[in-house]
């Protein structure tokens, strides 16, 4: 019995401890002010509550039930990173200072959207004041960059104070109770180091910008810009910018930050592409550092647009990725022995650790302290000015690359100079030979113009025989054509007119033994060659029709291929004759055989052209051709015209055209103009249809003979 008594006593008293210490632990942390400590950073001294919806008031938090709910915050300053819900801190002071009723509570850092502290008011409420980068400045209750709240205790009392926090930007809360004196004198001093690193940034920026007045490097004008908009965000990270210039337009300074920000990372990526020469020195690099720059001016104009949730996280991403391939160009660059990436590393390595430092304090990775605050101000501070002792270096760089290049040039014009001066030593020699040699040369000349006289007499007398023989071997060939050529039963026109005075083309109209031959033929080339060759083919057509009265067109050809053949390779010339050859009935009936210009046909029943093309071998080319030569046939009805050609009149160019730009489709007259002209004068007697085409023709330039046989069927 007494043992089961003693047990239910122990248990008594386990319960009644145990229920004592739970009602310790849901307290608020208490925090004591006393006499002589001036300022009381919270953080362990802090419990705070996860409200995800964001739907909690103060008459929800502030019971007995909800007090199970607080967490009890065992590190430094809170911070969650980057977080969509809201959170209620609690804390509990009571002053033991006899001498201070009145203290501040100071939140150290200027970008969060929504606070609310509740004060308790004596009668069972709150107090409720209002603070945050979305409202107006004005409505703080104290006039500073950060967030300032009054507190008033009495000696000897405690409060229990509610904290409720919203925001889009980073999650931190840095709070610290203040004697107001003593925050006073944090302030000058702070004021003081921003006057400082502001001052230091306002003179690179002047200092620089006068440097590139002076020197126009792109290079300068670009870290110009890089510091300038550099030094705008962070002067609008430190709420600078929204406590001086727009801060009754809270919703723009946030927009402003983030434009800041992307901007000084573009201009981070430009200068670094100039100052390091990054297309040349390092072409792949400098591939990413454009993306990079063209995302960070994309990234200023969404950001005016999209939200600030989104956009404060992308701006937070792009600060820490924009300066990775940049520093390692500059490494790259140090490597290849570029004197100017020295002072490029050493002042990044400083801004990339504030960078970094506060990308991670951002993210809830490091603590909130002095050092992670103004990482950023610290390592910028040094990287201007290791900067612009590189630019300094640079500049320095460039003088004496300068200095070189004039001594260079120097001394390339006292070569030059000393060049001229050889040379008018030698002119002075040269006028002094000059007149022996003009002696010597005056008699030389008239020697050679007596010769010359003599020469000129000679190739007179030879020029004149010769052009008499040309005149001759013309007069033959114009006597061998027939003048005025008749066909029974046809009307016939002819037209040839040579490029020179002896040409190579060949028609002609024969009547043997009752039979009429049509042949046109043009021998390659003109001149007397040509028309030696054009003359032996006539004459062995002509002795060949009236032996053999009954041959056909190809037997015909044949037979006179063999003896031009052997009569060309004698001449010791490399020519051959395209001809073809045509038997006349006088009821229409044609059979042709030989290589030459198609043959066109105006049809007057349906006033069409009809093409007949020529086959066969051309004469001279080989001795025996009879393999590739056949007899084809055509009919011509009544009023029916039949015109064959030479090349030269096709291949007429235009006048007034660049030879150099001109078309075969477009500038040449070509068949299809031909058969146009035909098919426009069909109707019309032969004799017009010839001079409508050279008519036609007026407006082109030939080099070579044209003939043309115009035949229509009566």
């Given amino acids: ?150 507190l008033h205790i009495e000696t000897g009392q405690s409060q229990e104070v509610f904290l409720r926090v919203k925001t889009q930007s980073s999650f931190q809360v840095p709070l610290t109770i203040w004697e107001p004196i003593k925050f006073s004198e944090k302030v000058y001093r702070e004021e003081l180091g921003y006057g400082i690193y502001y001052g230091i940034m306002i003179v690179m920026v002047l200092y620089n910008l006068f440097l590139f007045f002076s020197i126009r490097d792109k290079a300068t004008l670009y870290y110009v810009l890089y510091i300038g908009t550099f030094g705008f965000g962070i002067m609008s990270l430190n709420g600078v910018t929204a406590q001086y210039l727009w801060y009754n337009l809270p919703v723009f300074a946030n927009k402003i930050l983030l434009v800041s920000l992307y901007l000084a990372m573009s201009m981070l990526c430009l200068f670094s592409r100039t100052y390091l020469n990054t297309k040349q020195n390092a072409p792949r690099l400098d591939k990413s550092i454009v ?52 002072y490029y590393l050493i002042a990044w390595i400083f801004l990339l650790l504030g960078i970094f430092v506060l990308a991670l304090r951002n993210f809830g990775v490091l603590p909130s302290i002095f050092f992670t605050e103004y990482a950023v101000q610290i390592g910028s501070a040094m990287e201007v000015i290791l900067l612009s002792l590189g630019l300094a270096d640079r500049i320095n760089i460039m003088k004496k690359e300068r200095f070189l290049a004039q001594q260079e040039a120097l001394s390339a014009q006292e070569k030059m100079l000393k060049q001229l001066q050889e040379m008018d030593r030698l002119k002075d020699e040269m006028n002094r030979n000059l007149e022996d040699k003009v002696r010597e040369r005056t008699e030389e000349l008239s020697q050679a ?140 009936h044609f059979v042709f055989s030989g290589l030459h210009q198609d043959i066109l046909i105006y049809r007057n029943q349906d006033r069409e052209i009809e093409v007949i093309e020529t086959n066969g071998l051309w004469l001279g080319v080989a001795e025996d051709i009879r393999g590739f030569l056949k007899d084809e046939q055509f009919e011509l009805d009544q009023d029916d015209m039949v015109l064959v050609f030479t090349d030269g009149l096709t291949e007429s160019w235009e006048k007034g055209v660049d030879p150099e730009k001109r078309s075969p489709d477009i500038n040449m ?23 409508g085409i050279i008519a036609t023709l007026k407006a082109y330039e030939t080099t070579d003979d044209i003939t043309m046989v115009a035949l229509k069927r009566l």
């Fill in 449 to 588: 113009m007596q010769e010359t006289e003599k020469i000129n007499r000679q190739l007179t007398e030879t020029t004149e025989a010769l052009w008499g023989e040309m005149e001759l071997a013309k007069r033959i060939q114009t006597i061998l054509l027939p003048k005025n050529p008749e066909i029974p039963g046809y009307e016939i026109s002819v037209f040839m007119e040579p490029a020179e005075e002896v040409g190579g083309d060949y028609y002609d109209i024969i009547h043997s033994h009752g039979k009429n031959w049509i042949v046109i033929g043009d021998v390659s080339g003109h001149g007397v060659p040509a028309g030696l060759i054009m003359m032996m083919v006539q004459t062995a057509i002509h002795v060949t029709v009236s032996q053999n009265p009954d041959l056909e067109p190809s037997k015909l050809l044949s037979i006179i291929n063999q003896t031009i053949t052997k009569n060309i390779q004698m001449m010791g010339d490399d020519k051959y004759m395209t001809i073809t050859v045509m038997a006349a009935y006088e009821d229409g």
């Fill in 669 to 691: 007259f070509g068949q299809d103009r031909l058969k146009q002209a035909l098919k426009e004068l069909g109707d019309v007697s032969t004799d017009h249809v010839l001079r």
């Fill in 291 to 342: 993306f990079l720059m063209i995302f960070g001016f994309a990234g200023s104009v969404l950001s005016l647009f999209i939200k600030y949730e989104l956009g404060v996280k992308m701006v937070a991403l792009f600060g820490v990725s924009c300066p990775i391939p940049t520093f390692i160009a500059g490494i790259v660059c140090w490597r290849k022995g570029i004197a100017a990436a020295r």
């Fill in 1 to 150: 019995m007494r043992s089961a008594y003693h047990a239910r006593v122990i248990f008594l008293l386990i319960f009644i401890f145990s229920v004592f210490v739970n009602q310790e632990l849901l307290a608020a942390p208490k925090i004591i002010l006393e006499r002589g400590i001036s300022s009381y950073p919270l953080g362990a001294g802090l419990a705070y509550l996860e409200d995800k919806n964001g739907d909690l008031a103060i008459a929800d938090v502030d019971t007995p039930e909800m007090a199970e709910s607080f967490v009890r915050n065992e590190t430094g300053v809170i911070n969650f990173g980057f977080t969509s819900s809201v959170y209620w801190i609690k804390f509990n002071v009571e002053n033991e200072n006899p001498e201070v009723k009145n203290w501040l509570i100071e939140i150290g850092y200027p970008h969060l959207d929504s606070l609310k502290f509740f004060f308790p008011d004596g009668n069972g409420g709150y107090h409720i004041k209002k603070s945050g980068d979305l409202l107006p400045f004005t409505e703080r209750e104290i006039n500073h960059r950060l967030f300032l709240f009054k």
